[in-house]
């Protein structure tokens, strides 16, 4: 990542201490966990620190571990804590700053953690809001960070079908994806999650993890995959069969694709993300396969690979320009099988575009 973004970043997240009348923000990244806000806020990418941000001041707290990558990677300052604990740090440098009401991201930290915040005399606000709005629309760099990893995905698929055949089990498949995408010049795959390859009757678990299970003549598998590059996923969906399409399935996946095609003739900004999610459902419904589209369409992806705005029939979103979403119908019938059809697309003023248009959009056979 490009440090340029990051005072624009800031900026907008310093509209909204005003907003809510905050004298500071702070984001805690926890032996992993939240690395995302911190890195698109700061730029750092470590596995553990604290940020205290304020009207006029960025400021990282982390241990010997990341202070030198820490240094490398942001423009905040960075306090070496030492031997001491995260929260005595942060305990002076709020006291010292006189700092009275501190945002902090309450669906982000532990209960332990919370509660010894609270031994800290400040007015701790629950600003979880903050970061993933300034997050949700991409720019011009993010998407192309999506784009890139999209087309590491698709050269990886094809090379990885090709070592791929009848006989072969899920976590083959699994495995060389993940080597492809490392020796491609990806970070790998997500990560976060791992990938999905469901084949014969266990195509019906929307989020079945590869097992020793082979891939038999007539059966087909669903593979749910992607890419991260500069810590921006893509996430992608497709259906391949063994030596033959067996003609229920190829019918579910034509079904697929007409469903995805009809919710991109509503997407567009100011569309209730509910109703995309009705129109393709609608199509599903009509071919007597509703009850088993068991999920919504779906979900924003960026640094995380599930990020706002939802595509659900619950969801209250709103589409807006710079939005990045999956739509992925499917239909899973237990004891047969099942079938998803997954592309990222960008919202535009023009309607939406297609990411992962590197990836064919067809029933792969393979063997």
């Not at 970043?9 to 690395?35: I, K």
């Not at 001491?84 to 006189?98: A, D, I, N």
Request: hydrophobic share 40%; proline share 3%; charged share 25%.
């Amino acid at each position: 990542m490009t440090y340029g973004r990051i005072p624009q970043r800031l900026e907008g997240l310093r509209a909204q201490l005003r907003d809510q009348v905050l004298d500071g923000f702070v984001l805690f990244v926890t032996e992993g966990s939240n690395w995302e806000g911190a890195y698109y806020i700061s730029g750092f990418r470590g596995s553990s620190a604290t940020l205290l941000i304020t009207h006029d001041e960025e400021i990282l707290i982390t241990d010997g571990r990341y202070t030198v990558q820490a240094e490398e990677q942001s423009r905040f300052e960075v306090v070496d804590q030492g031997q001491r604990q995260t929260l005595e740090v942060l305990k002076e440098l709020l006291g010292v700053r006189r700092l009275r009401r501190v945002g902090f991201e309450g669906e982000r930290v532990s209960y332990a953690l919370f509660k010894k915040l609270e031994c800290i005399d400040v007015k701790w606000v629950d600003s979880s809001s903050i970061i993933p709005s300034l997050r949700r629309c991409k720019d011009e760099l993010e998407v192309s960070c999506i784009r890139k990893a999209a087309a590491f995905a698709a050269s990886a698929l094809e090379e990885a079908l090709d070592s791929f055949g009848p006989g072969d089990a899920e976590v083959k498949l699994s495995a060389l994806l993940e080597f492809r995408l490392r020796m491609s010049g990806a970070e790998g795959g997500w990560k976060s999650h791992e990938f999905i390859v469901a084949s014969g009757e266990r195509s019906a678990l929307p989020h079945g993890a590869p097992t020793d299970r082979r891939l038999m003549p007539g059966e087909w598998l669903t593979l749910d995959y992607g890419a991260r590059y500069e810590g921006y996923v893509c996430d992608i969906t497709r259906n391949v069969a063994a030596k033959r399409r067996y003609a229920w399935a190829y019918d579910v996946h034509n079904l697929l694709s007409e469903a995805q095609k009809v919710a991109l003739e509503v997407m567009k900004p100011g569309v209730a993300a509910k109703d995309v999610d009705a129109a393709a459902r609608a199509v599903i419904q009509r071919a007597g396969f509703g009850a088993y589209f068991t999920h919504g369409l779906g979900h924003g992806i960026g640094l995380e690979l599930h990020e706002a705005p939802r595509l659900s029939p619950s969801s209250d979103d709103v589409l807006q320009e710079g939005d990045v979403v999956t739509v992925e119908p499917g239909v899973y019938v237990k004891g047969r099988g099942g079938l998803r059809l997954e592309d990222d697309y960008l919202i535009t003023a023009d309607g939406p575009l297609c990411l992962t248009e590197g990836v064919p959009k067809e029933f792969f056979l393979i063997g």
